[in-house]
């Protein structure tokens, strides 16, 4: 992957766990413009995987600009964290930054007659590709709602530059805040299924406006999913085997491991992007065994068949997995 070194220019404490971070060229030339979606690969000293971070565009301008001079990025610092929010969190005006290309698998769909307002949902830190999303609707003329929720409203990031954005199309929530909590199923009854959907936020609230939608009648083109934390273990998740057919290989997959990170200790080179389940680069094909889905990638049949897996986050129903890698 081809990689630049770029310059921290600023650094925003926007919440008590939110950093935003302006990243510059090294003598401050244009760098190249980024559609609303799009993200950043940060390298994290010592850790051998990137870290992907949103683009945060908070005005019009900013979404319209041709030639940005700065892209900023949020971070959220994790608890517990492997070491890479830590890191970015440390980071000051000065400090080398090493980014990959730029890749964005959260882009904006385009404008259909009859669409209907677009809904956007974000939960903490998901509100960095979701405000870069209203900035690009307000730039076009397309009407918005944008709700945004986080634990209370101190960890509410951004906020004066969201109202200023959206104005009236901008509504928080707080889950401390009986009268703002967020309810899912309640806002999308009242929302209609030919409106598009993006949810940027936790994996348990990406999973409950999934359920929500697809109950309500949602197809999957109008639901817009991106997570923005790698595969974590759950509770109950316990190892298992995966024979690697092609390549002649049996991997234990450790109960706090992925499939994936578990051919990258055996010395493979599989393929990969989001690490998050929602790309499809990594997806295998199963032969044998059951697969437990929790990618965002898959259809419902294709689920249902059981016959593919994306070995980044999903996991395995039964003892042993068999691939065809
Ligand atoms: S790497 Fe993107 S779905 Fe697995």
Known sequence: MTTQTWTVSDVRVE???????????????????????????????????????SIVHLTVAESLDPAPRTHWIAVRREEPSRGGSVWMHQLKAGDAVTVGEPRNEFPLHAAHAGDGPTVLIAGGVGITPIASHAAALTAQARPFALHYSSRSRDHLAMVDALQALCGQALHLHADDEADSRLDLAALLDRYRPSQHLYV????????????????????????????????????????????????????????DKTILEAMEAAGCDPMFDCRRGECGVCQATVLEGVPDHRDYFLSDSERASGQLIQVCISRAKTARLVLDL
């Open 15 to 53: 919440t008590p766990l939110i950093h935003r971070i302006g990243l510059v060229a090294p003598r401050g030339e244009a760098l190249p413009p980024l559609a609303s979606g799009a993200h950043l690969q940060v390298m994290v000293p010592g850790l051998p995987e990137r870290r992907c971070y």
């Open 200 to 255: 940027c936020g936790p994996k348990g609230m990406i999973n409950a406006a999934v359920a929500a939608a697809r109950a309500r009648g949602w197809a999957d083109d109008h639901v817009h999913v991106e997570l923005f934390v790698e595969a974590a273990a759950q509770q109950g998740d316990a190892a298992f085997e995966v024979e690697l057919r092609a390549s002649g290989m049996t991997l234990q997959v450790p109960a």
